[in-house]
């Protein structure tokens, strides 16, 4: 079974930036599109940001231009880095894998809190 580990959510002042991490394991690394999600309380979930195992990239307009995915593919991480952060960036942030064969998996998430 996929196992993603989400990590570096916290408590954090608006204009501050976070750096969040996903783990896979027991995964190999023919996944195609590795995801970062994020809800908020009341709210439906909500993609924040995309990279294809190639490198492709897509970001949610909301936070465009001060946001960065990125993937460690021999590491099996992800990463996504924050800055400028807004009250409206709280949430908890979720780690997603879809695999070539369609197959998709969720991490537990993270809770990032932005203070105004």
């Known amino acids: 079974q996929v196992q993603l580990v989400e990590s570096g959510g916290g408590l954090v002042q608006a204009g501050g930036s976070l750096r969040l991490s996903c783990a896979a394991s027991?995964?190999?690394?023919?996944?195609?599109?590795m995801g970062w999600y994020r809800q908020a309380p009341g709210s439906p979930r909500e993609m924040v940001a995309t990279?294809?195992?190639?490198?492709?990239?897509n970001y949610a307009d909301s936070v465009k231009g001060r946001s960065t995915v990125s993937r460690d593919n021999a590491k099996r991480n992800m990463y996504l880095e924050m800055n400028g952060l807004k009250p409206e960036d709280t949430g908890v942030y979720y780690c997603n894998v879809v695999m070539y064969s369609g197959s998709e998996y969720w991490g537990r998430g993270t809770q990032v809190t932005v203070s105004a």
């Open positions: 990279i294809t195992r190639g490198g492709i990239t």
């Open positions: 027991r995964v190999t690394l023919n996944f195609a599109t």
